[in-house]
């Protein structure tokens, strides 16, 4: 059974728009030389988000708990062999097909941010950068791998809240047809 869903649909320059760092890059050598957590420490978050299975990992292995974690059990389009539900519970499953941010889905972080945990994504959760955005309060830290070259830190203020805005709208609405089979409950 077909079941239609609304979604906003990135275009390929929206695409090369947001494959450039959105936030302070840690490189992959920042991480290894164990500065993670010093800066995240200096950025003073009210809350911690992350975004994917790999930073999600090294921000529970250098002992910086997310409040909010959202993964797709893969990495590099590749299945995630981390167990990441071991360290943090999950609370919500969603669905969010490759390059589509689901409506509703604002609303999923919003009470994740309350209650705190993992959301497992079945699709892709690379775009949900922009939706943690907008459900962070200002002062949040929203951080998502930069593939090969590191993470980024986005610190949530009302000019990156805007942007996310203005993203937003660039965007296509589209309907996306799923199969029921494949959309959590």
Known sequence: MELRVKALRIGDDLRRELS???GLLLTNEDIEAGRLREVVGELEPREVVTVGDVTTWVFIKEGVKPRVALVDMKTLRGPCQLDIEKSIPRIAEVFNPPGHIVAGVTRV?????????????????????????????????????????????????????????????????????????????
Request: charged share 30%; proline share 6%; net charge negative.
């Open 109 to 185: 972080i919003e009470e994740a941010l309350r209650r705190g945990g993992l959301i497992v994504v079945r699709g892709e959760e690379d775009l949900l950068v922009i939706p943690a955005i907008l459900a962070s309060p200002e002062g949040a830290v929203i951080a998502y791998g930069q593939p090969n070259v590191g993470i980024v830190l986005i610190r949530v203020d009302k000019d990156k809240k805007e942007k996310a805005r203005e993203l937003l709208s660039l965007m296509q609405e589209v309907e996306v047809e799923v199969d029921v089979d494949t959309v959590p409950n």
């Open 20 to 22: 450039k760092p959105w």
